[in-house]
Nanobody, 114 residues
Framework: QVQFVESGGGLVQPGGSLRLSCAASGSFFSIYTIGWYRQAPGKQRELVARITSGGSTNYADSVKGRFTLSRDNAKNTVYLQMNSLKPEDTAVYFC????????WGQGTQVTVSS
């Protein structure tokens, strides 16, 4: 069973920054394509960014140019650097394997408000 633990969320003002971490257990992390998802109240969970085993990244148009993914396979961890945050970025953020998803973790709350 692969488990994901998200951390790093919090309350930040518009224009501020946060760095989220996704720590995973399991033996196959280095070959996974890992995605960051978010779910705002009343909305569907959406994929906002992904990173492949080789480090290639893709971003949703809504976050492109503001969010940056990186990974440290030795630590089984993926990071999401979020800059220029907007109120519409407010959501619970989750990480998971993109290809074959495992049970969702508890997520980490990001609140962008003045």
């Amino acid at each position: 069973q692969v488990q994901f633990v998200e951390s790093g969320g919090g309350l930040v003002q518009p224009g501020g920054s946060l760095r989220l971490s996704c720590a995973a257990s399991g033996s196959f992390f280095s070959i996974y394509t890992i995605g960051w998802y978010r779910q705002a109240p009343g909305k569907q969970r959406e994929l906002v960014a992904r990173i492949t085993s080789g480090g290639s990244t893709n971003y949703a148009d809504s976050v492109k140019g503001r969010f940056t993914l990186s990974r440290d396979n030795a630590k089984n961890t993926v990071y999401l650097q979020m800059n220029s945050l907007k109120p519409e970025d407010t959501a619970v953020y989750f990480c998971n394997n993109v290809g074959v998803r495992y049970p969702w973790g508890q997520g980490t709350q990001v609140t962008v408000s003045s």
